[in-house]
């Protein structure tokens, strides 16, 4: 699984002109899976996306001292089977490495519901959708998750 992580003010994404999830601050996690991941790969990014210390200290510095569940924030998850695509040769992306829906829709899935488990709040996209996502990054703080 890969992980994009995006800390952020405030995100939301929409569906056909409708809001389907919106968060304050927190982070935005667009997942993507491969046709090698399993629940233990979700396991471990829900546990450490939950603990990892990417929000500034309390008294406000600058260092990243706080963690998502530390500061009480939420998740947006969007499933992203994009972040497999593969550029290298001629003008259009092969998508061979994401896993086919029926094996990505329930991994992410289970990866919201670890999330949950972890006391994160959880809104998400619409697997398989075309949405829309909006959302100010806070920092900005962006990295990249491979489990």
């Known amino acids: 699984m890969k992980v994009v992580l995006q800390r952020v003010?405030?995100?939301?994404?929409?569906?056909?002109?409708?809001?389907?999830?919106k968060i304050g601050r927190g982070v935005v996690l667009l997942v993507g899976v491969t046709h090698t991941d399993a629940r233990e790969q979700a396991d471990w990014l829900a546990k450490k996306i939950a603990t990892l210390r990417v929000f500034e200290a309390e008294d406000g510095s600058s260092g990243f001292d706080r963690s998502l569940i530390d500061v009480g924030g939420a998740a947006l998850v969007v499933s992203q089977f994009t972040l497999y695509g593969e550029a290298r040769k001629g003008r259009r992306p092969d998508f061979v490495a994401a896993a086919r829906p029926e094996v990505a829709a329930p991994l992410i899935e289970?990866?919201?519901?670890?999330?949950?488990a972890q006391d994160v709040a959880i809104q998400t996209g619409v697997f398989g959708a075309n949405m829309q996502v909006e959302l100010v990054n806070d920092g900005p703080v962006t990295l990249i998750l491979e489990a």
């Open 9 to 21: 003010t405030r995100a939301q994404v929409a569906v056909d002109g409708a809001v389907v999830g």
């Open 110 to 116: 289970y990866f919201c519901q670890q999330l949950r």
